[in-house]
Every structure is written in C-alpha cells, then in structure tokens.
C-alpha cells in the first residue's frame, strides 16, 4: 500500500455522462498531481494542486475539472464523456510543490466509456 | 511533440544478465530525472533518480547513467530477476522551470526477464 487512496477503482459508464474520480494524498503531502495513461501511450500530466491551489496544467481538456479540499483529498471531474476518455487515471502526491524526490502514485482508477 | 522518449516498446533479457533500458530527452532545461517501475494493476513506484550535476547514481542492482550533451540516460539493471519484469518508465522535470513540480514521463519499456 502506497499511502495514495484512488476510488473507484474501475468505472463504466456511458458516454455524455460525468463522473468523479477521487484521490487521497500520502499523510503529510500536499500536493497532488493526476496523470491519465492511455493505450499504448505514457503517463499524461493533467493537472497538480499544492495545498488547495492549482499548481500546474499539462494537457488536461476544457470537459475535466479538479479541485483540491482543504483535507487535501481531490477530486477529478470528467464530463461528457467521450470514448477517447477511456483510460487508466492515476493521482499521485509529494510533500513539496517538487518533484526532487518523485512523486507517491495511487494504484489508478480504470475508466471504460461505452 | 513528446520531451521524453523511450524508443524500446519491450526488452527480453535472461536472467542473471544486464538489462538496459534507454531513454532520450529533448528539453535541455530538465535538470532531474527519475525511474519509475510499474506492475500490472498497480500504480508507478520510484525506482532512482539522478541530478544533472551528477553522471550516474547507483543504488544495489540498479545504476542510472546521465549523458547531457546526448540528451540520454540509461538505467541498468544488474544481474537482472524475474521480479525485475514490469513496464519501466523514465521521467524528467526541470526544477527550477516552467514545469516545476510535475513529471513528463516515457510511454515506458516492458521488460520481460526470462528465468
């Protein structure tokens, strides 16, 4: 066990529809960072909080949203979903705003849109 | 345009040989680079790590190589286990840069260490 919580850990659902993947950080890190792993692709950057505010933006599409809560747990928003989205969606969490010694990744949660 | 790239899909090595996973970047502003192991169903989990100030950090069977003027690093894994198998993914950050505190990561090399 890593210390990173992700919930569900698989979810199908429709496309059009919206979903919440959730994400609970290592005791004592603040920051948090979710990268999505396509097929056949590495890990994407979406987005990093550092202690409830956003931090960083890679490639994350206008239809996804996070926020982190003040017990520092967060929430990634998926909306009109799209076969595309299908993917695996890590969060991972480090003390710091950096990345000096790596990040802490949870297990994923596994996203199918049908 | 990917910043990291691993050209190796996959790498078959026997056991007790040396595996050597490759791995080449083109922003010359990363100053931090990291290895990250990953088995199936579970999430990525560091695996070493080297400064660019540094040209090789060695950690037991594992030794990670910098070449800054080619843009290259190598990880080494020997004698290479059947444990070792698993999706190898190379990773970088530039610090103090634009990119400060998040990853840009390699779509990985599936290592398969053959008993």
């Known amino acids: 066990d890593s210390g990173v919580t992700q919930t569900p850990k698989h979810l199908i659902t429709a496309t059009g529809q919206r979903v919440t993947l959730r994400c609970s950080p290592r005791?004592?890190?603040?920051?948090v960072y979710w990268y999505q792993q396509s097929l056949d692709q590495g890990l994407q950057f979406l987005i990093q909080y550092y202690n409830g505010e956003e931090r960083a933006k890679g490639n994350i599409l206008e239809r996804f949203s996070a926020q982190q809560f003040p017990d520092l747990h967060s929430e990634l928003n998926l909306s009109s979903l799209e076969l595309g989205d299908s993917a695996l969606y890590f969060c991972?969490?480090?003390?710091?705003?950096?990345?000096?010694?790596?990040?802490?990744f949870g297990s994923g949660t596994r996203l199918t849109v049908v | 345009d990917q910043q990291v790239k691993q050209n190796s899909p996959s790498l078959s090595v026997q056991e007790g040989r040396i595996s050597i996973l490759n791995c080449d970047y083109t922003n010359s502003m990363f100053d931090y680079f990291l290895w990250y192991k990953k088995y199936p169903a579970e999430g990525p989990t560091f695996l070493i790590s080297?400064?660019?100030?540094?040209d090789k950090n060695e950690d037991g069977r594992f030794t990670v190589f910098l070449n800054k003027s080619a843009k290259h690093l190598s990880l080494h894994i020997v004698p290479s286990q059947p444990g070792d198998s698993a999706v190898y993914f190379c990773?970088?950050?530039?610090?103090?840069?634009?990119?400060?505190?998040?990853?840009?990561f390699g779509k990985g090399t599936k290592l398969s260490v053959k008993p």
């Open positions: 990773a970088a950050s530039e610090r103090m840069g634009g990119s400060q505190g998040n990853l840009i």
């Open positions: 005791s004592g890190d603040l920051s």
């Open positions: 991972a969490s480090s003390e710091s705003q950096q990345a000096t010694y790596g990040y802490t």
């Open positions: 080297i400064s660019s100030i540094k």
